[in-house]
């Protein structure tokens, strides 16, 4: 189970992004994603997440309006979407899959996933 994330980079204020997380070795099909991030000197905290079927998503507070989580199970891909991005957006930003019983649930606590990316890096700034 691998999963890779991808696009991160250097924004300025009030730019876009979008990050991937795909998924090699195995099928996102039944997977929950979550997306974290973690600031230098912070811990890592949930952003994001989408259920298996896509149905469901939770957004933190701080995000809400902004970033816009999805999945192409034909591409085995997840995405962020992240739009008028702020200075206190910049972090590492990770995914991490966990497959729940239910297709309608996801979380965004850390514990709740077994499986983890590498994380790209995203910085907001002037």
């Known amino acids: 189970v691998q999963l890779q994330a991808s696009g991160g980079g250097l924004v300025r204020p009030g730019g876009s992004l979008r990050l991937s997380c795909a998924a090699s070795?195995?099928?996102?099909?039944?997977?929950?994603i979550g997306w974290f991030r973690q600031a230098p000197g912070k811990e890592r905290e949930g952003v994001s997440c989408i259920s298996s079927s896509g149905g469901s998503t939770v957004y933190v507070d701080s995000v809400k309006g902004r970033f816009t989580i999805s999945r192409d199970n034909a591409k085995n891909t997840v995405y962020l979407q992240m739009n008028s991005l702020k200075p206190e957006d910049t972090a590492v930003y990770y995914c991490?899959?966990?497959?729940?019983?239910?297709?309608?649930?996801?979380?965004?606590?850390?514990?709740?996933?077994?499986?983890w990316g590498q994380g790209t890096l995203v910085t907001v700034s002037s």
């Open positions: 991490a899959a966990e497959r729940y019983y239910s297709g309608s649930y996801c979380a965004t606590p850390r514990y709740k996933y077994t499986y």
């Open positions: 070795g195995f099928t996102l099909d039944y997977y929950a």
